[in-house]
C-alpha cells in the first residue's frame, strides 16, 4: 500500500500570501497524483489530477507540480475563502486508494 | 445538474447491518464507475470500495473486505453500500463519488455527495 504525507499540518498566513503544500509519497507514483479541497462541512472538492491539471472552474492560482514521489501544490495568492483541509490522493497503484493525512490551511 | 444524494445512515448496535444508497442524477449513470469514501468524525478521508461502470469489477479496502458489498442498479441510478458485521470503528460519515472519466474506473473522484452520517455505538 503507497503511503502519503502531507506536510505541514497545519500552515497559517495572511491573505494575498503564497502558499505550498507539500504531499511524499512512500514510492514512486508518476505523476497519479489529485488533490481535494474540502472547507467545514463541505464534501471535498476535486482540484487537480494527474499531479498538474486544474478540474474544471478551480481558479488558475491553484497550480499542482511534482513527479515519482514528491508533488507540491501551490496556492499564488491566498483568498478568505481558500481556508480548507488539502487532501493528495495516489492513483497509480490500486486498490487501495490512498489518501494523505491533510494539511490544514488557515488565513490569518 | 450533477447531483449525488447519499441517504441510509444512522445510529447502529455493534454487529447489525445498515444499508445505505446514492441515487446519481444529472449524467449517464451507467458510464461511469462509482465510489464510497468515508471520513471518520475529526479525521481524514479513507477510500472504503469501487465498482466498474457495468459492475462486473468491484474492489473493497481491506478494513471492510468480507463486511461491506458494494452494488449498483442502473435502473434506478442508484449505488448502495450493504454494511454487515458493524463495528465501532466504522463510524463515519459516508460518501459516494463519481470517477472522472468515463468507461473504466479512473480513481479520480470529480463529483462528491454530501455524504450519510453512519454511528456504531452500543
Known amino acids: 500500500e503507497i503511503v502519503l504525507t502531507q506536510s505541514p499540518a497545519t500552515l497559517s498566513l495572511s491573505p494575498g500570501e503564497r502558499a505550498t503544500l507539500s504531499c511524499r509519497a512512500s514510492q514512486s507514483i508518476s505523476n497519479q497524483l489529485v488533490w481535494y479541497q474540502q472547507k467545514p462541512g463541505q464534501a471535498p472538492r476535486l482540484l487537480i489530477y494527474n499531479a498538474s491539471n486544474r478540474a474544471t472552474g478551480i481558479p488558475a492560482r491553484f497550480s499542482g507540480s511534482g513527479s515519482g514521489t514528491d508533488f507540491t501544490l501551490t496556492i499564488s495568492s491566498l483568498e478568505p475563502e481558500d481556508s480548507a483541509v488539502y487532501y493528495c490522493q495516489q492513483r497509480s497503484n490500486w486498490p487501495p486508494l490512498t489518501f494523505g493525512g491533510g494539511t490544514k490551511v488557515e488565513i490569518k | ?122
Not at chain 2, 469514501?37 to 478521508?45: E, H, K, T, Y
Request: glycine fraction near 12%; aromatic fraction near 14%.
Open chain 2, 1 to 122: 445538474q450533477v447531483q449525488l444524494v447519499e441517504s441510509g445512515g444512522g445510529v447502529v448496535q455493534p454487529g447489525r447491518s445498515l444499508r445505505l444508497s446514492c441515487e446519481a442524477s444529472g449524467f449517464n449513470f451507467n458510464s461511469y464507475g462509482m465510489y464510497w469514501v468515508r471520513q471518520a468524525p475529526g479525521s481524514g478521508l479513507e477510500w472504503v470500495a469501487v465498482i466498474s461502470y457495468d459492475g462486473s469489477n468491484k474492489y473493497h479496502a481491506g478494513s471492510v473486505r468480507g463486511r461491506f458489498t458494494i452494488s449498483r442498479d442502473d435502473s434506478k441510478n442508484t449505488l448502495y453500500l450493504q454494511m454487515n458485521s458493524l463495528r465501532v470503528e466504522d463510524t463515519a460519515l459516508y460518501y459516494c463519488a463519481k470517477d472522472m472519466s468515463s468507461g473504466w474506473y479512473w480513481g479520480v473522484f470529480d463529483i462528491w455527495g454530501q455524504g450519510t452520517m453512519v454511528t456504531v455505538s452500543s
